[in-house]
Antibody
């Protein structure tokens, strides 16, 4: 079955850029939208954005100026870059698959990776 | 931005009892609402979409209802594995896609 796995540094310095990759295994990255969602420790979920396998993106206006997403279909991966991070960006970052069509909910999630922003 | 408000924040329930969780949207989202379950240290998993359609493999004791701005997730007879945090999410009007703050179902 399809599985998602996030990878990237667990510690990022304040003002630098957070970079994460999600690897899709057991299925193709094509024909789906793929999303990033984060969860600060002990708090709720925040949608960051999503990317189509063709590279189209849409993101949360609250983060838009700092977010860059990309996709590499040859590696079945998609990536997130979040610039100018602060302590408020400390969170578990999840990648997830969007159901598709007009259904913008998440039917498959990765296990998540904790990213801590240090000063 | 559509704000999703869940209540109560914490629900204390005994095994075998019925649990009723609420989710309210700041404006109509029609039936475009999903529910997720999150257990400690795990990623959320999809329970319900379209306000009332159970995801594959979700037990029948979970049911969703509502439309517009008022939604309910009901767990008819709580099992030990159901103690978790539950989130609602609207996908009607975006960006951004938005989640509620969650309801923690805990052991009474």
């Amino acid at each position: 079955q399809v599985q998602l796995q996030e990878s990237g540094p667990g510690l990022v310095k304040s003002s630098e850029t957070l970079s994460l990759t999600c690897t899709v295994s057991g299925g193709s990255i094509s024909d789906y939208y793929w999303s990033w969602i984060r969860q600060p420790p002990g708090k709720g979920l925040e949608w960051i954005g999503f990317i189509y396998y063709r590279g189209n993106t849409n993101d949360n206006p609250s983060l838009r100026s700092r977010v860059t997403m990309s996709v590499d279909t040859s590696k079945n991966q998609f990536s997130l870059k979040l610039s100018s991070v602060t302590a408020a960006d400390t969170a578990v970052y999840y990648c997830a698959r969007v159901k598709g069509g007009s259904f913008w909910y998440f039917d498959l999630w990765g296990r998540g990776t904790l990213v801590t922003v240090s000063s | 931005e559509i704000v999703m408000t869940q209540s109560p924040a914490t629900l204390s329930v005994s095994p075998g009892e019925r649990a009723t969780l609420s989710c309210r949207a700041s404006q109509s989202v029609s039936y475009n609402l999903a529910w997720y379950q999150q257990k400690p240290g795990q990623a959320p998993t999809l329970l319900i979409s379209g306000a009332a359609t159970r995801a594959t493999g979700v037990p029948a004791r979970f049911s969703g209802s509502g439309s517009g701005t008022e939604f309910t997730l009901t767990i008819s007879s709580l099992q030990s594995e159901d103690f978790a945090i539950y989130y609602c999410q609207q996908y009607y009007n975006w960006p951004p896609l938005t989640f509620g703050g969650g309801t923690k179902v805990e052991f009474k």
